[in-house]
């Protein structure tokens, strides 16, 4: 991995890794036997004749999320020409939507050459897009795609073009990384963190295998919950890429389990992960209780108690999180969005006492030995006395069906022994 270096934190929405760019007005340029989409508008480098194509579209109500005309433009012989204007209004309201070209005589007189218009009024960059849509964004946003081409033009011909692939390449986990960072980080690794809240911030720079290119991270310590949201980016109180720092070297211990990242590509630059802000840490068993829906069956925990078995909605594998730190490097193949801890157990109350009696892969299914967490155990079950807290368990006529719960019950644990 390259030097990690500082990268300054723009905390942008998870759910998409590009802003959208706002495009105004539509062109599209044919090229060959070809046409394309195209984010430049020579029009517009012309006010007067811009204005007076305004001018010709017809009076009546705006209508939404619709561009009042398409220009249509034409690249031949490295020259650029005007081949014609679609009114959007006029074709929306006629008759089986037929396309209605704008009359825009008189408009370009001073521009034709051979009854062409030639756009010798332009100079400027004309950014056209081919290909597979690869993003696509709303009504008057620009969508990107995978060709993209830059011609520099000068008083309508073409002085140079630029050619770029574009890529964006999403991996099974693109909307749960969030998620599967604060379910590994491990407070317990810091006993003075018990009864403390600790948020993080990740910006991940990828390369095209999803691996990383370069880090930047930050964390903070908050002592009490109802502060965090009082807590402000620029008020010098975040660790920021101190990588001699305990928390921050757990917290890219985290970072470098996540699988693979989403990678975009676009006009040759590579886009980092849009910043996010987590909640890695909510004091001392903050993750015994099960994170994934309570109705996916397949990757809940189970146990056995007095002759029947249960859904647990507990981890309790993850109330010492020092624990599941020792096989969560093992995971690494194993975290799907259906199970982001990687792994379910089986559990089995006995005499009294909680017992951990197996572990699997949630996705291979394939057991994990036990002496890997308990050394030394030769794969007997294991008494749970790191555990103290309520188990909530839940049955049902038939639990490999998947059929609603008929009821719930619960344990109260100390120290691995029942007590109610």
């Not at 807590?231 to 699988?259: M, T």
Request: hydrophobic share 35%; glycine share 6%; aromatic share 12%.
């Amino acid at each position: 991995m390259k030097k990690s270096r500082i990268i300054l934190f723009v905390f942008l929405a998870y759910f998409s890794i590009i802003p959208p760019i706002e495009v105004s007005g539509q062109s599209m340029v044919i090229i060959g036997q070809d046409s394309f989409e195209m984010y430049s508008n020579p029009l517009k480098a012309k006010q007067i004749l811009h204005d007076k194509v305004y001018e010709r579209i017809p009076d009546g109500d705006y209508i939404r999320d619709m561009p009042p005309y398409v220009a249509w433009w034409r690249l031949q012989n490295d020259s650029l020409f005007l081949d014609r204007i679609v009114d959007c209004y006029s074709t929306v309201r006629s008759d089986n939507h037929k396309t209605v070209l704008m009359d825009i005589e008189d408009i370009f007189d001073a521009y034709l050459q051979d009854g062409k218009i030639f756009a010798s009024w332009y100079s400027g960059e004309l950014d056209v897009a081919g290909g597979e849509c690869i993003y696509q964004a709303g009504m008057g946003f620009r969508s990107d795609y995978e060709d993209q081409w830059i011609y520099r033009v000068e008083n309508g011909c073409v002085a140079s073009k630029t050619t770029y692939r574009n890529e964006r390449r999403e991996t099974a986990l693109s909307d749960n990384i969030v998620s599967l960072i604060e379910t590994l980080f491990n407070g317990d690794r810091f006993p003075e963190l018990a009864d403390k809240y600790v948020i993080a911030k990740v910006q991940v720079i990828p390369r095209p295998d999803g691996s990383i290119d370069s880090l930047g991270l930050a964390i903070r310590v908050v002592t009490d919950k109802s502060s965090i949201s009082q807590v402000r980016d620029d008020d010098g109180q975040w660790i920021e890429n101190d990588f001699s720092n305990p928390y921050i070297q757990e917290l890219k211990e985290c970072v470098l389990l996540v699988p693979a990242w989403d990678y975009v590509k676009l006009r040759g630059q590579v886009y980092p992960m849009p910043g996010c802000e987590l909640r890695i840490w909510e004091g001392k068993g903050c993750k015994d209780v099960c994170s994934n829906s309570f109705d996916n069956w397949a990757f809940i925990d189970m146990l056995s108690a007095n002759g029947k078995t249960y859904k647990l909605k507990n981890t309790p594998l993850q109330y010492d999180m020092n624990l599941y730190a020792r096989i969560r490097s093992r995971l690494r193949d194993e975290f799907i969005p259906s199970c982001l801890r990687g792994y379910t157990a089986n559990w089995e109350i006995r005499d009294g006492k909680l017992y951990l009696i197996s572990i699997r892969g949630a996705k291979s299914r394939q057991p994990l030995p036990l002496d890997v967490i308990f050394p030394g155990n030769n794969g007997n079950p294991i008494e749970a006395t790191w555990y103290t807290g309520e188990l909530y368990l839940s049955t049902g006529n038939d639990l490999e069906k998947g059929n609603s719960a008929r009821g719930n019950t619960s344990y109260k644990v100390k120290k691995g022994k029942i007590i109610k």
